[in-house]
Each structure stands twice: as structure tokens, then as C-alpha cells.
DNA sequence: GCCGGGTGCTAACACAGGTTGGTGAAAGCG
DNA sequence: CGCTTTCACCAACCTGTGTTAGCACCCGGC
């Protein structure tokens, strides 16, 4: 199984084999983007659905006067919303943070898929509500937690997604931005993050170079950052993520 | 038509008698609640879709330190996910602001409506595609704009919702919010919004009182906050919202 | 008719985080 | 092979917002 969508799926219910066949078939529309590259833009008519096969991406927003504020991210397997083609434009800006492939599912594809398979229509419902409450937590994240605790949540909230779809190397997993993109996913100065990585260095709780972020303690790190992973709504029989059982190091 | 839900998809597309009956037989099931009162609370089973028919209500999140962010306001006509009962669990709370009535409607319902009317179906779509910009939204404001525009915007969208449900009296509604609870929306303290609400009054933008929010000047409130309405999608054959064409005083 | 709690409001002070203006290293590129 | 751009990083300074504490008002309960 090579499709992340179907990995990340697997933390919510079992799928058939006819299931995961119809999903593959209608993830064949897929087209490569390059870093920094608009995905779909912010006015565009919307088209299908969006589906992250490999690399990362997000959502933004720009304002007139040019801030930009991230918010969400694409890990591998996330898909935006299963019905946007109901509304007729973008209200904001879907972009590769590296190169990625991107699938697109025409409309006609999701109404045939949930009207044909019921357990995996509510799967697919339950990972576009998960996005829901992820964006509720960020939300939480940046009004109420200041710069450390905001960053380190987002570092254990990054974990548990990769893990999801077992894309992480026991505590570490990818993170190709760049500070100034940590700045706007956080409502924080590019420089500020600066200083609050650094403190995170200086404590041993992570490491991040080379666009590779390692968690040193996830314990210290969920503590610190009152992280509660109650809100990715993972498989309540397996509590503990997929892909490593051990936490901590 | 009572039922402030039909008020609001009026906004998205033209319902048919049978669909509009269906919605009202839907809404039978009515609780009140006191002010203050939770109507479903993190960590409770999920139950049924609730829908508000009159007060005001919100959604919010409480960290384990009793820091609490209120992430999404509910007017009259509002309705939660429409499939948030394949969660098992909330993982915020939903709290009356203010004595409110509460409709619940059935998993059975929902799926019923949505199997039988397909125009209905795609308006409930959109109305909770429109919930969800709404939070990227409040995200992008309070992770770029300072305290004065992320205020400003508040009030403005607060404006154009009630507006798409003919609850605004011209540029007035209710806003039944302490300063505390405005300051665990915008996160800010409530000292802050004390001093971010009287700067706005110095500049004759708006009125707030009695929990009547008055807005004297829409245009330059929006031009000061950057508001877009865009997000709203509300109709876009007719550009401005119901109920109040002039704009302005 | 008084008491107590909630609320709006204010003032003084403190500090987290923003701003500006740099440096050097590495990477893309003509 | 330099040239330019991008990025992480740093220091000095500034300011928006938080904190604390306190006052006055209103309202509901007893």
C-alpha cells in the first residue's frame, strides 16, 4: 500500500480491498509542483479535491499589506476539504513548501466514492474533520500559548501527523521551512522563532537542521507545550501513534 | 420562515417548500439553556448536530492551566459539523453565552436530509465550508493583526453574519460578550480589549453598550482591519449582505 | 436595604516579542 | 568564477501588550 491517504485512513477504521482500489484509482490525476509553488491561489475557481501524495505543503492567507499568516499544513495523505467545489472561488492560497505531487480527485470521482462506499465516506469525514480540529488547536496555539510553548506544540503536533502516515524515523521527521515560514505559521517575528529554537536547542528538547526536525524529549516537549493529542482523534484501541510504540528516546 | 437556518442558506441558494418543511421537522428537538451553560462539553460523547436557534453561543478550548480560547462564535442559524457524530468524542466545548435555544438533530436526521434533498444537502455544505473559513480566518487575525484591527475585524464579520441572517438592526447588533470573554477570543487581556475598545470609540468607529454593538463607521472600520468578506461567501449575485443595503450611516 | 460578586474602567509598571540593521555561510546562477 | 540571493543568526533598541491592583457601579440575593 502506497498511498498515504490509505495509511493515514488506517488510524480510523479498516478498509476493504475494493475500498483501497477505488481510492487508488482516483488518485491517478496527479501533477508535481514545485517548491514555493501555488498549488491553487486564493480567487481561483475551485476545482477538485486536493489530495498530498509526497512532499509538504500549506494553507495560507495574504492580507493587502503583504503579512501572510500559514494556516494549515499538508503532511502526505491530507486532503482538503471533501467538498470544496461547492463554493464557487478559493478564499485563500494553497502552496508546495518542496516539491510535491498532488492528486486531484474530480467532484464527479468524491460524489461516486461516498455515494458507493459508506465505510470509507466516513473515514474520509473523519480525516476532514480531524483537519477541522487541527485548525481549532492552532487557533488555541497562537492566542493563548506564548513563543515557546507555541513552537514546541507545533513540534509535537508535526510528530504525531508524520507518524500517522509512518513517515517519521522514530522521534524525527521532516520540516523543510524555513524560519520565516515557522514565523507566519506561528504569529511570531522570523526573528523571534530564531531565538525560541535556539532555546529549544539549549534545553536539549529538539534538534531541527538540514530540514529535518528531531524530538530529543517528547515528554518534556508535550509538558512543556500542554500538547494533548486528544484532538487528531487517532484510533482510540491503539492509543499510542503508529510506527514507534516507545515515546521519549 | 422562523427558523434562522433557512435565513442563512437562503444566502447560498433557493430552497424548495419540502426541503425547507424537512429542515423545520428536523429542528423539533429545542433545549434551552441558561447563560453561561455548557451545551455539550470537551470530552462528552458526541450526540446529535446541534443548531442554534436564538442566542448566542461559542465554541472554546481550555488549557490545563485554565487559559481559555474561544474559537468560533455561533449566531443563530449556526449549526456545528454536520458529521461530527463520527467522532466519538467532542474535543472542545460548546457554551451559551447568553439564555439560548438549542436544536439538536439526529445522526438519522442528517443522514436522512442529506440522502433525500440534494440542493438542501449541498447548502448545508456550505454553510459548514463557510464555518471552516471562518476559523482559518479568526486564525489569520490573531496571528497577524494587532489589537485594534483584529478587533475592528471581529466586529465586522460579527456585522455580516447577523446581517445574512436578518438578525442586524442597520449597523447594529447584539453582542452579548463581557470583555474578559472578547479577550479569550482575541487573545488579548482583558485590560487590552478595555483599552483597544475605548480607542475605537475615540475614533467614532463604533458603539458598544448594553450588549449592543453599534458600528458608526463600516467603511473605515474594514478598511482599518483589512476585512475582506470574501470568506463569508455569502451570495455572490447579490454582493451585499440581506437586510441592510446601504452601508455606512 | 445591605452585601457580595461580576463587570467596566484606569494607572503604573514589566516584559515578551517586534524592529532594524547587520554578519557570514551556503546555494543557485550567468 | 564571481555575483546575487537566501538563510540562520545576532545585538541593540523599542513598543504593544500583559500584569497587578484598585475603584466605582450595577444587580441579584437575602
Chains 1, 2 share one sequence.
Not at 475557481?45 to 495560507?60: I, Q
Amino acid at each position: 500500500m502506497n498511498n498515504p491517504l490509505l495509511r493515514k485512513l488506517a488510524n480510523f477504521t479498516q478498509l476493504s480491498e475494493d475500498e483501497s482500489n477505488a481510492v487508488n484509482e482516483c488518485s491517478q490525476d496527479v501533477r508535481e509542483f514545485a517548491a514555493r509553488e501555488d498549488v491553487i491561489s486564493q480567487g481561483d475557481r475551485t476545482g477538485g479535491v486536493k489530495l498530498l501524495l509526497d512532499g509538504f505543503a500549506c494553507r495560507y492567507k495574504v492580507l493587502e499589506d503583504g503579512r501572510r499568516q500559514i494556516v494549515a499544513y499538508f503532511v502526505p495523505g491530507d486532503l482538503c476539504d471533501l467538498r470544496v467545489f461547492i463554493l464557487k472561488r478559493m478564499d485563500h492560497s494553497i502552496g508546495a513548501v518542496v516539491a510535491s505531487k498532488v492528486a486531484t480527485i474530480s467532484p464527479e470521482n468524491i460524489l461516486r466514492l461516498t455515494h458507493t462506499y459508506p465505510t470509507l465516506t466516513r473515514a474520509l469525514w473523519w480525516s476532514t474533520l480531524v483537519e477541522e480540529a487541527i485548525a481549532r488547536e492552532w487557533l488555541v496555539n497562537v492566542g493563548q500559548r506564548d513563543a515557546l510553548e507555541r513552537t514546541a506544540h507545533l513540534f509535537c503536533e508535526l510528530l504525531y501527523r508524520f507518524r500517522a502516515v509512518g513517515l517519521n524515523q522514530g522521534n524525527s521527521c521532516t520540516l523543510p521551512l524555513t524560519q520565516v515560514e515557522l514565523a507566519e505559521t506561528l504569529g511570531l517575528s522570523s526573528v523571534h522563532v530564531n531565538r525560541t529554537l535556539q532555546e529549544l536547542r539549549r534545553r536539549n528538547l529538539i534538534t531541527l537542521e538540514g530540514g529535518t526536525l528531531t524530538i530529543q524529549d517528547l515528554d518534556e516537549l508535550k509538558a512543556l507545550s500542554f500538547f494533548n493529542p486528544d484532538y487528531l482523534h487517532l484510533d482510540y484501541g491503539n492509543d499510542k501513534p503508529r510506527g514507534e510504540e516507545r515515546e521519549g528516546n
